[in-house]
């Protein structure tokens, strides 16, 4: 019988996913994420449409662009592994930092209005390598000028349909700041007829009277707590977000739950051990109000390859990890959206059943 060493690369794809019970084209999209892709023209990353080999869905993925030894590449319109076509290129542009954004059909509103590119000091961060095409806008007034282009821009006749506005930002650097910011955000959307929620990707907010008055001047909130990894923290992130404890984070979603504020956390799956991933979302688990923001580690140049943990050196530990966290949130009724994250661990299935929705 031939080795797994000896089978087409292809063919070792499709054994993993026999072995693990994970959708060949999910296998084919972690394995993309977790590897990157030869270098394309002069982009470190790019954005992506693909429509995977067998599917009749689009669907968005970003990729580092910096693996020279990488079995990835983006060439004749397609995807290709190992010189074979797995999936073809349908759209396809420079990953930059840009001020607004839009999932889920224009649906949820994307905003990088407080200079997220200039944030610097976690490793794996691609914040160093992409272009920069935000700024930072302080204002109610500067606030309300962007939502009134976003609105020209798609022809929309006021905001009134969106049901999330998500800010993703690691420059503030106190409370008060975020929580301004955000209330200014409110002020500024309502004058365009948005009742939906505002959501904030941050790790400084973590005082119950904070939450308190984050509630009562922003309305209704979903507050992402920007986690990343449970080992090594200190060498990994920036000092204001590896002083943030799986037990203090656990506490702040309790309180966050109590304020009838929706709360999660982001994670990336490669900088832990196997063991310390697991037990890490399995503690958190239970204290989310929504499915957490789980991606995979991608590497942009080989001094971001070193953070990577030595377990998450093979595929198997992320097949692995994806069946056991859905053991985990099994009892939670939750499950991922694909919209809200390009790098998850689920495409198309998420414990045995369809991941529905929008995938752009």
């Given at each position: 019988m031939t080795s797994m060493a000896m089978r087409p690369a292809v063919e070792q794809l499709r054994a993993l996913s026999e072995q693990f019970e994970v959708p060949f084209m999910d296998v084919i999209l972690i394995a993309a994420n977790a590897e990157g892709a030869r270098p394309l023209r002069d982009y470190p990353r790019a954005r992506m449409q693909l429509r995977p080999i067998g599917s009749d869905e689009v669907w968005q993925i970003i990729l580092p662009f910096d693996n020279?030894?990488?079995?990835?590449?983006?060439?004749?319109?397609?995807?290709?592994?190992?010189?074979?076509?797995?999936?073809?290129?349908?759209?396809?542009?420079?990953?930059?930092?840009?001020?607004?954004?839009?999932?889920a059909g224009g649906n949820s509103i994307t905003l990088n209005t407080h200079s997220r590119s200039r944030c610097t000091?976690?490793?794996?961060?691609?914040?160093?390598?992409?272009?920069?095409s935000d700024d930072t806008l302080t204002s109610e007034g500067q606030l309300a000028e962007l939502l009134e282009w976003l609105q020209a821009d798609n022809g929309w006749p006021d905001l009134s349909h969106a049901?999330?506005?998500?800010?993703?930002?690691?420059?503030?650097?106190?409370?008060?700041?975020?929580?301004?910011?955000?209330?200014?955000?409110?002020?500024?959307?309502?004058?365009?007829?948005?009742?939906?929620?505002?959501?904030?990707?941050?790790?400084?907010?973590?005082?119950?009277?904070?939450?308190?008055?984050?509630?009562?001047?922003?309305?209704?909130?979903?507050?992402?707590?920007?986690?990343?990894?449970?080992?090594?923290?200190?060498?990994?992130?920036?000092?204001?977000?590896?002083?943030?404890?799986?037990?203090?984070?656990?506490?702040?979603?309790?309180?966050?739950?109590?304020?009838?504020?929706?709360?999660?956390?982001?994670?990336?799956?490669?900088?832990?051990?196997?063991?310390?991933?697991?037990?890490?979302?399995?503690?958190?688990?239970?204290?989310?109000g929504t499915f957490p923001r789980i991606q995979v580690y991608q590497a942009h140049n080989d001094y971001m390859r070193r953070a990577r943990h030595r377990d998450a050196e093979d595929l198997g530990y992320f097949l692995r990890l994806r069946r056991e966290l859905e053991t985990v949130f099994q009892p939670t009724g939750l499950a991922p959206r694909s919209w809200e994250n390009y790098r998850p661990l689920w495409y198309s299935r998420f414990a045995d059943r369809p991941v529905a929705g929008p995938r752009v």
């Open positions: 020279e030894h990488s079995r990835f590449e983006v060439a004749d319109g397609a995807v290709k592994f190992e010189g074979e076509p797995v999936a073809d290129v349908v759209a396809l542009e420079n990953d930059d930092v840009v001020l607004t954004y839009l999932r000091g976690c490793m794996f961060c691609p914040n160093v390598i992409e272009d920069a049901e999330v506005i998500t800010v993703c930002s690691g420059c503030f650097h106190y409370p008060a700041m975020a929580i301004e910011h955000m209330s200014s955000l409110r002020r500024a959307a309502e004058r365009f007829g948005f009742q939906g929620r505002l959501h904030l990707l941050s790790s400084v907010l973590r005082d119950r009277e904070d939450l308190v008055r984050l509630r009562e001047e922003c309305g209704p909130f979903h507050l992402t707590l920007t986690l990343e990894c449970f080992e090594r923290r200190q060498l990994l992130l920036k000092d204001t977000k590896a002083s943030l404890t799986l037990e203090r984070s656990a506490e702040i979603m309790d309180d966050c739950r109590e304020l009838d504020i929706l709360a999660d956390f982001t994670y990336v799956a490669g900088l832990d051990s196997y063991e310390t991933a697991v037990k890490g979302v399995s503690f958190l688990a239970p204290h989310v």
